[in-house]
């Protein structure tokens, strides 16, 4: 962060647990800003994931109605398709996709594994395939910063090696020495001005990996730290109990985000125990699939019970899906495979992330948190899917 | 038309030409209104396509941005799915897809010809095979009036044959006498007080049969009568041809609708004959493929050439995608398969079509229409694909 700008991150209200470890927080993240003029991303908050320059079938417009307030792109993507350097030439990724707020980039290491065709890595980097044609590419730690400098994200991520789970102590340690060389290196790229860093925590679910990489993270000058590692495979109680317990070893006074998580209850979760950002395509995806979030819990519209529903989808959410269809369209608008389908439910799985998240934001501020979330788990004791 | 309500169509202005032939017009047709507040549709001007219950990737407030007047649905795919009683019972098509502007349903004799499976025809209705299933169903001209009374639309469509292209004389001579007696045959079915009925005249590229069909439909009470039976698979010379020939068979104070037409200069030809209203899924399917139509001809978006560039798809356009993006991001789009592609190249393409058909109606009050139509084929002069 630059000091002196007046920027970074500042907690309003933080609580803290029994044992006297700051948990659950209320922040102001203030970031420099595309055209000088400083955001500030009121946090806890989700960060819906735009992979490919896009949040799948909305518009900037429709993310502003939503009050969304980080999106992320995904360099892997954007390398790939349209390219680094293309996007660059067009004015950078906030310009190509008109998007006037913080952007985040990861590092494109979690895709090179999970997405790309056979892969190979060593000490410098990662050989692998693209998804899209088979194309032979090698991401380095300096490379992936300088695609990430190109797009111009607010918000770039170090590269990171995230092992597969189930891994082995020693190859799980292995992949946290290498995260740490590879962000060690990246610093020697020099970003943009209104750019900021975030180093990433890894160590799988092993305790002691965990403390020794927050640790080492922890010495360099990050902006932020986050968790990864993390929702590839694991329970969720698993990925709940790793991040409760990674969260108080990372510095208080940067922002913390947990990569790729979750579930309502695994933001709940997360929130409760310190983290500040979240991402996950959950909310997106499922809205594709017909799975939708609603207060009362999950409704999966395809449902043939909703054939003739006249009822909303969930009476407490006021986005454009609720207000003015019925399940029964909606239901109509998935069983039909129209393009409608996907945007009226990705807006209201979005608001429902979103609002959570401003709810959680506001529970903190006014010292009812812990009450808050009674109220969401007994709200949400009938799943009706 | 309720007589006494103070509906029906009043042409505003209209073109005569060199022969005292009445020909393009600009007029304002009056419908009773759902909620009996009556609806104002000025003509001329093209409806765009919602099938199943939706406008593909748009929402209604999309097609109150857009200016659109009227909205088409499809009969034989609401019928099919989701069933035009379920419609009825869930508060009519109106509120089904939260539309509050008018509605025009076609009869379903189209679809049962072109894209049901097997169909077999006879004096009384069309047996056809759903193409959603396989399953065989039934329509009659009466059916027809039932399904469309029960979704609840505006402009509700006689049943009628069209026979395929090319046809013989014979063939298309019996497809249009049985169109006559479906016609009649409707009239028995009592349709809600706020629908009207247009009337649909037959036969093919036939001038004779032309007559005798427009003589015919002419003799019974419709509302408004529409041109079928074209844009099948004859030349656009040939169908405008016989549009040119059609139109003024028709009554000249009721609206006269040309089904399933067309091209941007298909429209232009249709209102310099005397049409009022069109629909096409020509501006939404093509969207869905990248085929945008703008003021200097039409653009292929997937084409490489547009992958750096920066400009707007269409300087003169103000629509969404022109607004904010580059023809490079909409290329990205496409490309990407994106959802948003979809969606902003359909916003794009009605909203040229929309504001041609304003534009037509303007220069038609103006008393400039011959110059505009000049001026429009000189700026299309370089279709750039």
Known sequence: MKVGLGLGFQIETQIFDERGVGRARAGRFQLPGVLGKPYVVQTPTFMPVGTAGTVKGLTFEDLKKLDAQVILGNTYHLYLRPGHLRVERLGGLHQFMAWDGPILTDSGGFQVFSLAGLNRIDDEGVTFQSHIDGSTHRFTSELSMEIQRA??????????????????????????????????????????????????????????????????????????????????????????????????????????????????????EGVRAGIDLFDCVMPTRNARNGQLFTSQGRVNIKNSRYSESSESLDPECSCEACRYYSRAYLRHLFVSRELLSARLNTIHNLTYYLTLMKKMREAILENRFDEWIKTFYRNRRNDVR
């Not at 995260?179 to 290196?185: E, G, H, S, V």
């Not at 750019?195 to 990433?200: D, K, L, W």
């Not at 925590?201 to 020794?212: C, N």
């Not at 993390?230 to 317990?245: H, V």
Request: aromatic share 8%; hydrophobic share 40%; glycine share 10%.
């Open 151 to 268: 797009l111009g994200s607010d918000i770039v991520m170090a590269f990171d090696q995230c092992p597969p789970y189930p891994a082995s102590a020693s190859t799980v340690e292995a992949a946290m020495q290498r995260t740490l060389q590879w962000a060690k290196r990246g610093f020697k790229v020099e970003l943009k001005s209104h750019q900021v860093r975030f180093g990433i925590v890894q160590g799988g679910l092993y305790e002691d990996l965990r403390i020794r990489s927050a640790q080492q993270m922890s010495q360099l000058p990050f902006d932020g730290f986050a968790i990864g590692g993390l929702s590839i495979g694991e329970s969720p109680e698993l990925m709940q109990e790793m991040a409760r317990f990674t969260a108080p070893l990372l510095p208080s006074d940067k922002p913390r985000y947990l990569m790729g998580v979750g579930r309502p209850e695994d933001l709940v």
